[in-house]
């Protein structure tokens, strides 16, 4: 018998896997497209995303804390490796002094995803509350580092579309995304070592 509360959270990670798969294949075209390192780096963080719900869902149908706690390890380790990726490819694009044609895609996506994700956030914490479930919570504050993305392509996109002499701002963005990535993958990594482990963000 499933509750209303349970109905209710796997609704929200399908809803956060179908709108993030949309997110990162968009932003990941437009952003190798124009050559936006920040918007490429935001992309793989949706990806992020999806892995985090998916591994909610898969909580709620298996109990097996050691495989979890495998497949967790191992998505913090990709993390870690896509923010160094995201890292270099910006230090890259500073030394060459290589910019975007347009951070206009940017602009727009970071939008949709600041207006969507606030309340993707509030919604998971008050399920995770009703359930008591840690990995709920912790899979909510995937959204929040979202918001967060979110807010510095969004600075960064503008800024750059309204003063073009300052080219290096996408990449300053990147390197601010790919450093909280990094934070996201390694706080991934460490929770698995934790005797109380329960999944997703941390
Ligand atoms: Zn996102």
């Known amino acids: 018998m499933t509750s ?14 179908g709108y993030n798969l949309v997110e990162g294949a968009v932003s990941i075209t437009f952003g190798v497209d124009d050559e936006s390192v920040a918007l490429a780096g ?21 109990h097996d804390v050691s495989r979890e706690r495998k497949a967790t ?28 044609a347009t951070t206009v895609p940017g602009l727009a996506i ?20 009703q359930l008591n479930s840690a990995s709920m919570m912790k899979d909510a504050t995937c959204s929040l580092v979202c918001i967060q993305l979110s807010l510095v392509l969004f600075v960064g996109s503008l800024t750059f ?10 990449s300053a963005a990147a390197l601010v995304i790919a450093a909280l990535i990094g934070k996201e993958g390694w706080a991934t990594v460490r929770s698995t070592q934790h005797p109380e482990f329960s999944g997703g963000c941390t």
């Not at 209303?4 to 896997?17: E, G, K, M, P, V």
């Not at 892995?51 to 909580?59: F, P, Q």
């Not at 003063?163 to 701002?169: A, K, N, T």
């Open 4 to 17: 209303n509360w349970t109905r209710h959270a796997i609704f929200l990670s399908w809803f956060t896997i």
């Open 73 to 100: 390890l191992s998505i913090g380790i990709l993390f870690l490796l896509l923010a160094l990726v995201t890292a270099i490819a910006s230090i890259f694009q500073l030394q060459t002094g290589a910019h975007p």
């Open 110 to 129: 970071s939008a949709a995803s600041l207006s969507f994700m606030f309340w993707l956030w509030s919604a998971k914490r008050g399920v995770a509350r």
């Open 161 to 170: 579309a309204l003063i073009p002499s300052l080219w290096w701002i996408d």
């Open 42 to 62: 935001f992309g793989i963080d949706s990806l992020i995303e999806v892995a985090s719900a998916a591994l909610v869902l898969w909580r709620f149908r298996v």
